[in-house]
């Protein structure tokens, strides 16, 4: 009876091993089926991270780079218009020189009108233009003992000539530099000897108060 039930109990302790070692078998696989299934999971994560970092950095790269493109447009438009301007401001400086010299012709060509004032009889000793210019001198204030100094200064200057011109750019009887500067006192300044005479008292005023102030500077000086 004994050696009956001990022939049971091996068999049935070799059964329940077996049983264990399947069961454990059946765990021990799907435990590593579970961490294959992990790993793969893992796998695909870090993938989708390294593709999703990867378009990140081309985002970030087409970004600057559309960036750079548009600064770049915004500097060839900005330079563009920049050489416009200055073509245009150019331009614009051509066509009023252009304008202006041909005022300066027209009034060059103008006859100048005469002077039609009186001539004091103190100034009877002068002719022509020296008697213009003494007349014009009594009539801005100066005495007729200025008159001397004026006359010598003058005719060291131009000769009284209104067309006397020198390379420098002095014109006219009074040698203004530029000559241009006596149209203050009338558009016909490059042939009126009466508007050449009226800037140069006014300019001797301003700056050495009387005509023999100025002569006085010239001996000094070979100019005024």
Known sequence: MSRLWSRYGVRTLAVSMLLVGVAGGYFLGEDRETQQSGIDAQLV???????????????????????????????????????????????????????????????????????????????????GNRAVGCALMLEAGFPIAEMPCLEKLWTKESGWNPKASNPSGAYGIPQAKPGSKMSAYGADWQNSAATQIKWGLSYIKGRYKTPCGAWTYFQNNGYY
């Open 45 to 127: 994560a870090d993938a989708e991270r390294a593709e999703f970092q990867l378009l990140r950095e081309r985002n970030a790269a087409h970004k600057q780079a559309m960036a750079a493109q548009v600064a770049a447009e915004q500097e060839a438009t900005r330079k563009a218009a920049e050489t416009a301007k200055a073509a245009a401001e150019r331009a614009r400086k051509a066509d009023a020189a252009a304008d202006r010299k041909k005022r300066e012709q027209r009034a060059a060509n103008a006859p100048a009108k005469p002077y039609d004032g009186p001539i004091p009889d103190s100034c009877n000793e002068y002719s």
